[in-house]
């Protein structure tokens, strides 16, 4: 008995590695059995929708719930966290199950990882948000936690890995108009479309010198392909492909496409440092390589207004 469990046992593991993994693919815009375009989006409703953030509340640098709270009698003060904040999205686990991913999720873990163990940001000051915490109002509420305690001297990351969608601008879901008539956006775990626009107008709010916004999904390189856009001073844009591509998760790779290289190989294992500094650059650099050399309709996009490399 246990020998035919032996036999049945390889030959299933044997028919798992002989399936090529370019043929277990789907686009981060839909699954494989729909078009990235099928997706039921739709617009939050209107209490749902907030203007740019105002920093109100805590000071900058102190965790939520901690101002003004001295230490204990007798113990030496603790070295403050890192000027470091960080919301960190990853969504495999849509709602219902006929648009879930395989490895969007897994992005966001490593990219915290990465954040956390690489890059010196204190684990509180990094939001991580997965799968069914990922709501349109866990989002929003998580960036304006971020706008709430950075300041000008801060480093902030925003990442987000899941599905993206692309709508005609004159359906009206920002206020900006596009050059190319397209409004761009990421899609939360309800649904509901974030736009380029309107990100542009909550994370208008930033003060830090310092910024770096990841974007790991369909049609993200059309989240600055217009001046009205997410891009400005002194930030650097990553982005899985360009604004009419798709962006690709591969069952069997662990990761998305792009997650593989620029998150995992690129931040977590430093492999694509090669100046000693692990920058969004160069995890770029080494991302669009490998992308492009696997697939040919992928093109990973770099905004770059930073003075020099961003090291997060």
């Given at each position: 008995m246990r020998r035919i469990l032996v036999i049945v046992l390889v030959l299933v593991l044997a028919l798992s590695i002989a399936v090529p993994a370019t043929s277990m693919t789907q686009a981060m815009g839909g699954p494989s059995k729909v078009t990235p375009d099928d997706l039921p989006v739709v617009k939050p409703p209107m209490e749902l929708v907030g203007g740019p953030s105002t920093p109100t509340g805590n000071p900058h640098g102190a965790p939520p719930g901690q101002e003004g709270k001295p230490d204990k009698p007798g113990k030496p003060d603790k070295e403050p966290p890192a000027n470091k904040w960080a919301v960190v999205v990853g969504i495999a686990d849509y709602e219902g199950s006929q648009y879930d991913l395989w490895h969007t999720d897994e992005d966001a873990k490593e990219m915290a990882s990465a954040l956390i163990e690489n890059y010196g940001f204190d684990k509180g000051n990094v939001k991580l948000l997965l799968n069914r915490k990922a709501t349109y109002g866990a989002i929003v509420s998580a960036i304006d936690w971020l706008i709430k305690n950075e300041d000008a001297e801060s480093t902030v990351v925003f990442f987000f890995s899941g599905h993206?969608?692309?709508?005609?601008?004159?359906?009206?879901?920002?206020?900006d108009t596009e050059s190319d008539g397209q409004d761009e956006g990421i899609v939360s775990h309800d649904f509901y479309g974030l736009p380029d626009g309107f990100l542009q107008q909550k994370l208008s709010a930033l003060e830090s010198q310092k910024v770096a916004l990841c974007f790991g999904s369909c049609h993200s390189g059309g989240m600055f392909d217009d001046a009205s856009d997410l891009q400005g001073a002194n930030r650097v844009i990553a982005s899985a492909c360009r604004a009419d591509e798709y962006a690709w998760d591969y069952l069997l790779l662990g990761n998305t496409l792009w997650g593989k290289y620029f998150v995992d190989e690129g931040l977590l294992q430093g492999l694509a440092d090669t100046q000693g500094d692990d920058s969004i650059e160069e995890a770029h650099a080494y991302a669009y390589s490998e992308v492009t050399d696997e697939r040919s309709d992928s093109?990973?996009?770099?905004?770059?207004?930073?003075?020099?490399?961003?090291?997060?």
């Open positions: 993206g969608f692309r709508a005609v601008d004159s359906e009206g879901w920002d206020s093109h990973p996009q770099l905004n770059d207004q930073y003075d020099g490399e961003l090291i997060p």
